[in-house]
């Protein structure tokens, strides 16, 4: 069966507007992908893939989660059952999947990627594997070539501060022969992750070892982290992420945390208050260092990890056993940024939240908090994780154009493991460019393609080129 008018040229474009701002603004410019998961040693690489099914669907746990809502047996999923039965396995979900996120984005990735036109289903799924297979033994299916396919000028993978950039540092020698650039962001969550003082203390070993520093006590674990966060800068690092369940702010005394520290490493347990304490002031110190040195902070905000004991116990962690969580955000945020502000340390700063309820509140915060010196300083990030989706896209698009300034709006990123996720930065600026070209067609923002195209390519590329300082090129309007 051929596709019938799925990935048309108009997709999701439902005024001539809209089709209008997508064609002649939209869809030419670069992607800037800040925020991704992508393995750096598979880029330095040039890693060659020998099925779909290892690069589509080894390490997607939007999709392992689909599979077990069907019915499918964990040995399809994540087992020894062959790559072709886990592919006719994906295939047979796949008309099941019909308003499911998954399923645009599924022949949006066939469509860009390999040309394939027909829906993917179990009566296609031998001929699109083997068409797949086939191209992916081609030399410019490599994971470089799938990124310059995807016409990616610079991505950011997300990583340790105990982690050497070597890989970085590798691709890095090359110069421009990739054709694009490829940076570290500064992700410190066991920094904070205190709670076992024998995985923390493990982890504390080798960032001494990374940063050539003896960590006795507070002072020289900080003296250690700013190291290797000079390091990372000196590697072209620009960001840092933080993934949190909740935002911590709790104040303590004086010498309260150099304490908690030093029973930790002496591998005692802190109580759940003091660990929320260590927390609240590495929140603090970390926000103090990205600040000194120019970057842009993120904060991933609200999802509760490992809700299931059992997928955690058989696969590990990111294996599709996380949800939505509800736990407090805006105030422990505000009183975080409200002491960075007041002592002059609140850096360019993007918020994330996986729970929808917090998308108005924390939108209104980051109001709270601009102050002139950079356009759009604090951001209200894209839709991310669950809301990683058109309705959760639209949420954060109305929220940020009500309460702040969608003009300024750094735009999208793929927060995924594969290489073949680009497509949903089409995904967005489609509904983007949906969306503005239905204002205009209504009348509620001017029709003035000129002024509205170039927020267009603003939001798809400029405004992050210029928020996050990158030597890539911009376009001046």
């Not at 399923?103 to 594997?129: M, Q």
Request: glycine residues 8%.
């Amino acid at each position: 069966m051929t596709n019938p008018g799925l990935i048309t040229e108009d997709f999701l474009l439902e005024t001539d507007q809209a089709r209008e701002l997508y064609h002649a603004h939209a869809e030419r410019m670069p992607i800037l992908d800040y925020h991704c998961h992508l393995a750096p040693a598979e880029v330095a690489r040039d890693e060659r893939f020998e099925t779909i099914t290892r690069l589509w669907l080894g390490g997607d746990h939007y999709k392992w989660r689909a599979l077990r809502a069907n019915g499918v047996a964990e040995r399809f999923i994540t087992g020894e059952a062959s790559d072709w039965e886990k592919f006719e396995q994906w295939a047979a979900t796949m008309p099941r999947l019909l308003r499911n996120p998954l399923y645009h984005w599924t022949h949006l990735e066939l469509k860009r990627t390999f040309d394939v036109d027909e829906l993917l289903s179990p009566a296609t799924a031998r001929a699109i594997y083997e068409r797949c297979n086939a191209a992916l033994a081609r030399p410019d299916f490599s994971a470089r070539g799938l990124i310059r396919r995807s016409n990616v000028a610079l991505l950011c993978t997300t990583d340790d501060p105990a982690d050497s950039l070597e890989h970085h540092r590798r691709f890095a020698a090359e110069g421009d022969a990739a054709g694009f650039q490829m940076l570290p962001a500064w992700r410190p969550d066991a920094g904070m992750a205190i709670e076992s003082s024998a995985d923390f203390n493990a982890w504390l070993d080798r960032l001494a070892e990374a940063a050539d520093i003896k960590i006795r006590d507070f002072s020289s674990y900080l003296e250690a982290l700013n190291k290797r966060h000079a390091f990372f800068h000196a590697q072209g690092c620009r960001l840092s992420d933080h993934g949190l369940e909740q935002a911590y702010a709790e104040s303590s005394g004086p010498g309260e945390v150099a304490a908690i520290f030093a029973q930790a490493r002496r591998g005692i347990e802190p109580t759940p208050a003091e660990a929320i304490k260590f927390k609240s002031a590495m929140l603090y110190e970390f926000g103090v260092m990205d600040h000194a040195r120019g970057w842009v902070q993120q904060y991933h905000l609200g999802p509760l990890r490992n809700a299931s004991s059992r997928l955690l116990a058989a696969l590990g962690r990111d294996s599709g056993g996380d949800a939505m969580g509800d736990g407090a955000q805006v105030r422990p945020l505000a009183r975080l940024f409200d002491r960075l502000d007041r002592e002059g340390h609140l850096a360019k700063t993007i918020v994330y939240n996986s729970n929808p309820a917090d998308t108005y509140p924390l939108a209104a915060l980051l109001g709270c908090f601009q102050d002139g010196s950079v356009p759009g300083k604090m951001q209200l990030g894209s839709g991310w994780w669950f809301l990683d989706q058109r309705q959760g896209m639209r949420w954060q698009i109305e929220a940020l154009s009500q309460l702040g300034l969608l003009s300024r709006f750094v735009g999208m990123l793929t927060d995924s493991r594969s290489f073949l996720s680009y497509p949903r930065h089409e995904y967005f600026r489609r509904i983007l460019c949906n969306i503005l070209g239905r204002d205009m067609a209504r009348g509620l923002i001017p029709r003035d393609m000129a002024l509205v195209g170039s927020m267009v390519r603003d939001i798809s590329y400029n405004n992050a080129a210029r928020y996050f300082g990158f030597s890539v090129p911009v376009e001046e309007n």
